[in-house]
């Protein structure tokens, strides 16, 4: 076993855990690799808040986790769960993008497309589309 896979062996066993189906743990050029398909977004969270557990900034640029919730579908509504600020929306699916709105915790978001792994294109109440993090989009 690498050490990438020591170090991140929590994230792993949470996965496995989680019930994540398709479950792939791959290691290309220093970064690790983990994938799959999650039931529900509770085992999304769950090996979210592993990584959590050893990278409390989720900064580390050696892990990348791409483990989506299957079968949501475009206009599925979604409740922002961010720790107490608000989801900015933005123009583009990338932190530096201009912010052209933002959702409370607790809101509900209309789901218009799973663009990527960590960009969800969604709509708010007031009608402004864009895309927020989907770190805390829940289902």
Sequence with gaps: MSTLQDKYAGV???????GVSNLQVTEQ???????GSAASTAAKDAVWNALGAIDSTYSASDINVDVQVSGLASGSSLTVATEDS???IR???STEAAI???AGKGESVTLVEQTSDDWWKVRTADGEEGYAYARYLRA
């Design 29 to 35: 050029d220093g970064i690790l690799y983990v994938s």
């Design 12 to 18: 792993i066993s949470a996965a496995q855990s989680a």
């Design 100 to 102: 052209v709105g933002k």
């Design 86 to 88: 608000n989801l900015n």
């Design 91 to 93: 123009q583009e699916p």
